[in-house]
């Protein structure tokens, strides 16, 4: 038995400080508390389309930068203005720029990305195409088959055995 | 009575200030009056120990310090305010290796993006009504990565034999994360 096989494992609850702060409970929760907060939400709807446009900005930034020198500090850049879009384009009501982001994550996130920049400038480029069309629709028929083909250059990609 | 929120703090970390900005939206909707915003983990770091917010919504992809890095300081540095702080993870990051990676950094529940106020709403809740229990185990320290007891099971104990169990309040004196 290793020296830390020996030490022991310590199991405790601490005091739930939260619970003796707030009180109450669930059961008793003010529900218009939730529509308070759609409200809120609703509110900073009108600012959604700068947002995103501010976002796609970044990611042209970052392929830009990724396409001039591919060192994995600026692919990791490249991958975060991605993931940003996977993460709130549906809030943003784009959810194939949200499909279009996860398939381009999925290629960043794999071993010879740097390769494959004519698929990232795909992806960057189908993107921009959805935002500025002001595509909402995620069955719209030429954006969503654009974004299945991006899907399906992608897995075949990743399925090249030599590509790092 | 519903919950008092206006005595919540809570900490927002997120390098995308679209996101800060929906989160603290929300949380002010419930009430939570008092709401810190940090822009990457060093910040936010500063701020943790400056401010001790009860609750800390923190993103996973930041350059620098990630979220996964903040939350193992958090838990187990001699600075950490509060070792035993709520995280709660909000990231697009959704697969179960993901979940895996957070678990073992000692978050406390995981948010999926794109969040809504119902989501928002059901992990605070869920903070405050189901704290888990802590372990302190040779490799890590924060909240027990097993989601729930099995009453049912009847093998042998899974840990180990060394396992103590200390009774609820007998943490409050406990030392800074010493794991």
């Given at each position: 038995m290793t020296k830390k096989q020996q030490q022991p494992i310590e199991v405790f609850m601490p005091p739930n400080v939260l619970k003796q702060k707030v009180g109450g409970t669930s059961a008793s929760i003010d529900m218009s508390a939730v529509k308070r907060a759609e409200q809120a939400l609703e509110t900073l709807k009108t600012e959604f389309g700068d947002w995103i446009a501010a976002d796609v900005q970044m990611l042209s930034a970052s392929r830009d930068a990724f396409a001039a020198e591919a060192s994995p500090e600026r692919q990791g850049d490249l991958y975060r203005a991605s993931h940003d879009l996977r993460g709130q384009a549906r809030t943003f009501e784009f959810p194939l720029v949200e499909r279009v982001a996860t398939s381009l994550c999925r290629l960043l996130d794999a071993p010879g990305a740097a390769k494959a920049i004519a698929l990232v400038d795909a992806h960057v480029g189908a993107i921009h195409v959805i935002v500025r069309d002001k595509?909402?629709?995620?069955?719209n028929p030429m954006a969503s088959t654009l974004a299945k083909e991006l899907e399906t250059r992608v897995g075949e990609f990743l399925a090249q055995p030599a590509r790092s | 009575m519903g919950y008092r929120f206006d005595r919540l703090r809570i900490l927002i970390v997120d390098d995308n200030l679209h996101m800060r900005k929906m989160l603290s939206a929300i949380v002010r909707a419930f009430g939570v009056a008092t709401v810190f915003e940090a822009p990457n983990g060093v910040q936010a770091w500063s701020k943790f120990r400056d401010?001790?917010?009860?609750?800390i919504f923190l993103d996973w992809m930041m350059p620098g310090m990630t979220g996964l890095e903040f939350a193992r300081l958090a838990r187990?540095?001699?600075?950490?305010?509060?070792?035993?702080v709520a995280i709660i993870m909000v990231t697009a990051y959704t697969q179960l290796e993901h979940v895996h990676q957070a678990r073992d950094a000692g978050v406390t529940e995981f948010l999926a993006k794109p969040i809504s106020a119902n989501s928002v709403l059901a992990r605070i809740t869920a903070v405050i009504e189901n704290p888990r229990s802590f372990v302190r185990t040779p490799d890590y320290f924060g909240p027990c990565r097993r989601r729930r007891n099995d009453e049912s099971y009847r093998g042998p104990e899974r840990r180990g034999a060394g396992v103590t169990q200390r009774a609820a309040g007998s943490a409050a004196a406990e030392n800074r994360g010493t794991a």
């Open positions: 595509i909402k629709d995620r069955n | 401010l001790n917010p009860d609750i187990t540095s001699p600075d950490s305010p509060n070792p035993y």
